[in-house]
């Protein structure tokens, strides 16, 4: 699918894999010139090497930090003005679920959660705002259905998301009419986490196809089966797209139906 992102750049924060890395695909297909990131420097020149053959050496820019890293990502947003002269669309997509019980939750874990979840965001848009702002760019944030639709075994990364909704909508105000920011709820999007997770399941003789239809089916998404991280790209990719010009403020859920508010 192209989006449009002829003489665009953008960049993909956690785009070594799963739903950034298809996010990549999805915005080099669509004319863009990228730049992603990921803390495993060996996995993310591997995913580089082929993305530069595919797409072609100038169109790519990959760099090994974590999104917590203040001046490794500060550092970033030079690399990329240095090498593109510009950055249309930030995508924030970088990080993973925690799944614990209030009971089985430490004071540790709430902060390295609200961490990850807020400064993952605050981040990026602090570093690339003034290239965003110049190009009246958009910013879109992979969040989860879980910010509405908390579950106990997920207790914080449910409340870390809501915050992280409230702040996005805040912003949106803030930065309108320059740079528009959107987020996109997932539901289960059979990607990385949800592969390791399969990867370690208690009876291993269990199929991949077999595990996956058991748990969209115990978890009863309408669609009857998870999303593929092509369907979550093209979501972000619609959204920070020219397509989506007068979309600000606003929240895409990418669940197969399992949203249940209204
Ligand atoms: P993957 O594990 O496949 O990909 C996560 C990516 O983020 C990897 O490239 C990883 O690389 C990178 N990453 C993680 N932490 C950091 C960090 N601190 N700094 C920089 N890069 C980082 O996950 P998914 O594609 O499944 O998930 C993508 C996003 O969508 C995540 O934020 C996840 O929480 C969210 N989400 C996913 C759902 C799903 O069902 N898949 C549901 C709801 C939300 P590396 O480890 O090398 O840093």
């Given at each position: 699918?192209?989006?449009?992102?002829?003489?665009s750049?953008?960049?993909?924060?956690?785009?070594?894999?799963?739903?950034?890395?298809?996010?990549?695909?999805v915005l080099?297909?669509?004319?863009?010139?990228?730049?992603?990131?990921?803390?495993?420097?060996?996995?993310l020149e591997?995913?580089?090497?082929?993305?530069?053959?595919?797409f072609?050496?100038?169109?790519?820019?990959?760099?090994?930090?974590?999104?917590?890293?203040e001046?490794?990502?500060?550092?970033?947003?030079?690399?990329?003005?240095?090498?593109?002269?510009?950055?249309?669309?930030?995508?924030?997509?970088?990080g993973?679920?925690?799944?614990?019980?209030?009971?089985?939750?430490?004071?540790?874990d709430?902060r390295?959660e609200?961490?990850?979840?807020?400064f993952?965001?605050v981040?990026?848009?602090?570093?690339?705002?003034?290239?965003?702002?110049?190009?009246?760019?958009?910013?879109?944030?992979?969040?989860?259905?879980?910010?509405y639709?908390?579950?106990?075994?997920?207790?914080?990364?449910?409340?870390?998301?809501?915050?992280v909704?409230n702040?996005l909508?805040?912003?949106?105000?803030?930065?309108?009419?320059?740079?528009?920011?959107?987020?996109?709820?997932?539901?289960?999007?059979?990607?990385?986490?949800?592969?390791?997770?399969?990867?370690?399941?208690?009876?291993?003789?269990?199929?991949?196809?077999?595990w996956?239809?058991?748990?969209?089916?115990?978890?009863?998404?309408?669609?009857?089966?998870?999303?593929?991280?092509?369907?979550?790209?093209?979501?972000?990719?619609?959204?920070?797209?020219?397509?989506a010009?007068?979309?600000?403020?606003?929240?895409?859920?990418?669940?197969?139906?399992?949203?249940?508010?209204?």
């Amino acid at each position: 699918m192209n989006f449009g992102y002829d003489n665009s750049v953008a960049v993909v924060t956690g785009g070594s894999s799963g739903i950034g890395l298809a996010t990549v695909r999805v915005l080099l297909e669509s004319g863009a010139r990228v730049a992603l990131c990921a803390r495993n420097e060996s996995r993310l020149e591997d995913v580089a090497e082929v993305l530069r053959r595919d797409f072609g050496a100038n169109r790519v820019l990959a760099r090994a930090l974590s999104v917590l890293d203040e001046e490794a990502v500060n550092g970033f947003a030079a690399e990329v003005h240095e090498t593109f002269g510009r950055c249309d669309l930030l995508v924030n997509n970088a990080g993973q679920g925690r799944q614990s019980t209030f009971e089985n939750t430490s004071n540790q874990d709430w902060r390295d959660e609200y961490e990850l979840k807020i400064f993952s965001q605050v981040l990026p848009i602090r570093a690339f705002l003034p290239m965003l702002r110049e190009a009246k760019g958009a910013i879109v944030a992979v969040n989860s259905l879980l910010a509405y639709q908390p579950e106990s075994h997920m207790v914080c990364t449910s409340s870390a998301r809501a915050g992280v909704q409230n702040m996005l909508k805040s912003l949106s105000l803030e930065l309108a009419p320059d740079v528009r920011v959107n987020s996109v709820l997932m539901g289960l999007i059979g990607s990385g986490q949800w592969t390791r997770r399969f990867a370690a399941r208690e009876d291993q003789s269990v199929s991949r196809e077999q595990w996956y239809r058991d748990l969209a089916e115990r978890k009863g998404i309408p669609m009857k089966r998870l999303g593929d991280a092509e369907e979550a790209a093209n979501a972000i990719a619609f959204l920070g797209s020219r397509a989506a010009s007068y979309i600000t403020g606003a929240q895409l859920d990418v669940s197969g139906g399992l949203n249940r508010h209204i």
